[in-house]
Each structure stands twice: as structure tokens, then as C-alpha cells.
């Protein structure tokens, strides 16, 4: 079925630990974007893709890098976690056309740093 | 800048009584509004946008130039209806990027 995939969906990790949270689609969009969730806040645009090999920072300086090797991938690494990464992830992907395609949202990875 | 305002964090209705959710926007341009949502335990999804002009789960949003504006209304709250509410925003341009307001939680009592 084609859907988007996250995960972990609960991940609790040591400061100085890196870690990799995986998001996968099998919609064939070319766009993929990280945002970042903190409770009863915004969403915050952190990384996007337009796609394969192009990658942008979003609005919201994170300390996070993603990569886009294949379409379907969209995994976002972080070197050496903190607390203040202390977040929820959610990974969306939509269609190149028409322009301003909706977002399909995945379940969301909840990051907690130790 | 763009930006999207959704005042309320919590809006508390009856069931059966109008519904209505805030948003304001300011950006330079014409951009497109949407309306997310998200269910207890479901994940965020599209609810409607405007160039669409539909009438969703009885839900309609117009979008107000003028006011810059786009706020969420249902004449007759359901229960069903409580859920977290993001308005979206997001120009036209190639390089355009979603941006979503803070949200408000909609609570619907019996």
C-alpha cells in the first residue's frame, strides 16, 4: 500500500549519542520535508527535498542534516544529540504537480534526549 | 514574512453549536490556505483548502483578502469534529515551502 513510513515512533537516547530517523514513501512524490513539533506549538519546516541529490534547510536552524540518495529515502541524522533536541519529527512528502500538492504526513518520530 | 496566526489554542464548544477556528496570514503575494487536522491518534492530514472551495465533513473556510483571513466554520459542532487544527499556507512560486500555524485544539462537548 502506498503510504509514508517513520521510524522510530518513540526513541529515548543519551546526550552525545547520534542517531538516524528513517522516513520512507512509496508515493513516488518528488518532495519530501522534516518538521519539527514541539507541543501545543507549530510545525516547524527544518529540512526539505525538491528531489534526488537536493536537499535545503527550512525556516527553523536545526542541527539535523537529511540526505536524499533515492527518491523513497529521506532520513535525517543527528551527530550528537542534546536535550534541547527533545522533539517530535514528523516526515511529509507531495507531488511536484499541481503546484502546492498536499502534504502526506507519516506518524511521527517522538525524540526524547537524555 | 509569511506567517500564519491561529489565536486560540483551545476553543471548547456544545455539540450542535457553530464552530468557528481562526486564522490570519500576512504574506506578500497571493498565496494558498489550507486546513489540517489531526485526530486523536491519527496523523496530520488535509481537511480542505481553498482553491477548492469544498464543503468538507461539513466544514467550510473562505479566504478573506481583504482581512487576510481564512477562518474554519460548521454550523453544527459533532463530536467527532474534536481534533487539532493547523492552518497552512503556502505561495505559488516553484521554491515554495508550506508553512503552518500553531494550531488549535477543538473540543466538543456533549
Known amino acids: 500500500e502506498a503510504d509514508i513510513y517513520q521510524t522510530p515512533r518513540y526513541l529515548v537516547i543519551g546526550t552525545g549519542k547520534k542517531i538516524t530517523l528513517e522516513c520512507s514513501q512509496t508515493?513516488?512524490?518528488?518532495?519530501m520535508y522534516w518538521y519539527q513539533q514541539d507541543p501545543g506549538m507549530e510545525l516547524h519546516l527544518i529540512h526539505y527535498?525538491?528531489?534526488?541529490?537536493?536537499?535545503e534547510k527550512g525556516d527553523l536552524s536545526s542541527e539535523s542534516t537529511v540526505s536524499r540518495i533515492r527518491t523513497e529515502h529521506f532520513p535525517l541524522t543527528l551527530e550528537s544529540a542534546r536535550p534541547s533536541h527533545t522533539s517530535q519529527y514528523l516526515c511529509?512528502?507531495?507531488?511536484?504537480?499541481?503546484?502546492?500538492?498536499?502534504?502526506?504526513f507519516g506518524n511521527g518520530t517522538r525524540l526524547t534526549v537524555t | 514574512a509569511q506567517r500564519v496566526t491561529q489565536p486560540e489554542k483551545l476553543l471548547s464548544v456544545f455539540k450542535g453549536a457553530p464552530v468557528e477556528l481562526k486564522c490570519n496570514y500576512s504574506y506578500s503575494g497571493s498565496p494558498e490556505l489550507f486546513w489540517y487536522v489531526q485526530y486523536s491518534r491519527q496523523r496530520l492530514q488535509l481537511l480542505l483548502r481553498?482553491?477548492s472551495r469544498e464543503s468538507i465533513k461539513g466544514f467550510t473556510a473562505d479566504l478573506n483578502k481583504g482581512e487576510t483571513s481564512f477562518h474554519l466554520k460548521k454550523p453544527f459542532a459533532q463530536e467527532e469534529d474534536s481534533a487539532m487544527y493547523y492552518c497552512a499556507l503556502a505561495g505559488y512560486s516553484s521554491a515554495s515551502k508550506i508553512i503552518f500555524g500553531s494550531g488549535t485544539r477543538l473540543s466538543i462537548r456533549p
Open positions: 511529509a512528502s507531495s507531488d511536484s504537480v499541481p503546484q502546492n500538492s498536499p502534504l502526506h
Open positions: 527535498s525538491y528531489g534526488v541529490n537536493s536537499t
Open positions: 481553498h482553491i
Open positions: 508515493m513516488g512524490h518528488d518532495k
